[in-house]
């Protein structure tokens, strides 16, 4: 079965204290994997798309990575306006099934000041 | 402002009760994407149109049927609602047939009484 596992569940930083979020996938013909940030009662807002095995991709604190099983969201010295919940979601196409966008469950970021 | 709408922001309603809820896309996209997020299920792809034609099902129950219209927007509704259906709903659209660069709309927060 296709799955897109994200862990930790949640992760509480001091303001500064870097961490990498994890994107775990298992799928068959990957087309794409996307981060997206999300607030209380908000849509997921994009942040990264990354479409092959050792690309990387860079906004403000954030940094995002891809291999072949997982992407990394690593975030350097974030701040308390970082939290959110940081959303994975992989874009693939099974063999002779139709194109799917699945996401993780996310992980709660919260960074205190 | 994503460009994505979605009205009514909030809807209170009771069991057995139907429901409509509206999505104009963002300028120029002809995707439009149906999700489903509770607090312990994260989001779940229920539907895609393209264009006016159904593209893509995802976990979309039989009591729930959307449709997109010449003018791009879209509905989904909702029948003989249940407690569980409690949830938030969003849209997301996107320019291709391919969900490459989804744009979500802010949601529709369904409560069922």
């Known amino acids: 079965e296709d799955q897109v596992t994200q862990s930790p569940e949640a992760l509480r930083l001091q303001e500064g204290e870097s961490s990498s979020l994890n994107c775990s996938y298992t799928?068959?013909?990957?087309?794409?994997l996307f981060w997206y940030r999300q607030d209380p009662g908000k849509g997921p807002e994009f942040l990264f798309t990354l479409y092959s095995a050792g690309e990387e991709k860079e906004k403000e604190r954030l940094k995002a990575t891809l291999t072949k099983k997982e992407s990394f969201l690593h975030i350097t010295a974030p701040k308390p306006e970082d939290s959110a919940t940081y959303l994975c979601a992989v874009q693939h196409q099974p063999q002779g099934g139709s194109e799917k966008l699945v996401f993780g469950k996310g992980t709660k970021l919260t960074v205190n000041p | 402002d994503s460009g994505v709408t979605q009205t009514p922001k909030h809807l209170i309603t009771a069991t057995g009760q139907r429901v409509t809820l509206r999505c104009s896309p963002r300028?120029?996209?002809?995707?439009v994407y149906w999700y489903q997020q509770s607090l312990d299920q994260g989001l779940q792809f229920l539907i895609q149109?393209?264009?006016?034609?159904?593209?893509a099902k995802g976990n979309i129950l039989e009591r729930f049927s959307a449709q997109q219209f010449p003018d791009l927007h879209s509905e989904l509704n909702l029948s003989s609602l249940e407690l569980g259906d409690s949830a938030l709903y969003f849209c997301?659209?996107?320019?291709?047939?391919?969900?490459?660069?989804?744009?979500f709309g802010s949601g529709t927060r369904l409560t069922v009484v």
């Open positions: 300028s120029g996209d002809l995707s």
């Open positions: 997301a659209s996107s320019t291709g047939r391919y969900g490459y660069g989804y744009t």
């Open positions: 149109y393209y264009n006016g034609e159904e593209r």
């Open positions: 799928v068959s013909g990957l087309r794409g």
